[in-house]
Nanobody, 114 residues
């Protein structure tokens, strides 16, 4: 199982970023996918999940209405569109799935600062 995130960076408050997670080594179309984040000194937090077919999504209250999780099963990729970013969204964002055990990507840094 391999999960490779990309798309992080430095953005001003109110800006947008789109994260991508390319998955391989398992049957992507049959697994729920998730995005987590971890800020310095804080516990890892579940941000959003999407069902295997993409029809069901769930969000943390802190990002609901601003973030959108989606997936392209033809490309084995899951996305996180982040709009109206706030400084408190600053964290390492990690892609994850449960294949036998919880699997993680290496993460991508998102920094929201003026």
């Amino acid at each position: 199982v391999q999960l490779v995130e990309s798309g992080g960076g430095l953005v001003q408050p109110g800006g947008s970023l789109r994260l991508s997670c390319a998955a391989s080594g398992f049957t992507f179309t049959t697994y729920q996918m998730s995005w987590y984040r971890q800020a310095p000194g804080k516990e890892r937090e579940l941000v959003a999940t999407i069902s295997s077919g993409g029809g069901t999504t769930n969000y943390a209250g802190s990002v609901k209405g601003r973030f959108t999780i989606s997936r392209d099963n033809a490309k084995n990729t899951v996305y996180l569109q982040m709009n109206r970013l706030k400084p408190e969204d600053t964290a390492v964002y990690l892609c994850s799935t449960l294949v036998g055990r919880r699997r993680w990507g290496q993460g991508t840094q998102v920094t929201v600062s003026s």
